[in-house]
């Protein structure tokens, strides 16, 4: 499936650096921005990150929530954020999805046009593409 424009953002539940969350609720009367990077501990995904942390506040201002997901399990996300507020100057504050089973991945079109799912991957195919979607908050204040 892919996502369009005004489409319905997927529903799911999910194991993050902050607990398990089912998105919508999570999202709450909020916008969210929610943006994958391929492997934890890698430099380039380490500055983005960094650099998410340091302007969080400017998205809270505006009533908008960050969240990040890669193919790594959360234990591994929480020794990378440590290292991230080392290396960046910066503390996540914002959860992060360890997303090792592919499952929101998969519901966003994340992968790779020729990835064949759990089985068979390679290092060519076991990341998340980077890709970023806003989504408009669920609930509309009245």
Known sequence: MSLRINDTAPDFTADTTQGKIKFHEWIGDQWAV???HPKDF???????????????????KRNAKL????????GRHEEWSRDIE????AKVKYPMIGDSDLQVAKLYNMLPADEVGSDGRTAANNATVRSVFI???????S
């Not at 969240?67 to 959360?74: A, H, R």
């Not at 080392?86 to 100057?89: A, C, D, F, N």
Request: net charge negative; with cysteine.
């Open 34 to 36: 929610l943006f994958s």
């Open 42 to 60: 890698t430099p380039v995904c380490t500055t983005e990150l960094g650099y998410m942390a340091k302007i969080e506040p400017e998205f809270t």
């Open 67 to 74: 969240i990040g997901l890669s193919v790594d399990p959360v």
């Open 86 to 89: 080392e290396t960046q100057g």
């Open 135 to 141: 989504i408009a908050r669920t609930r509309r204040s």
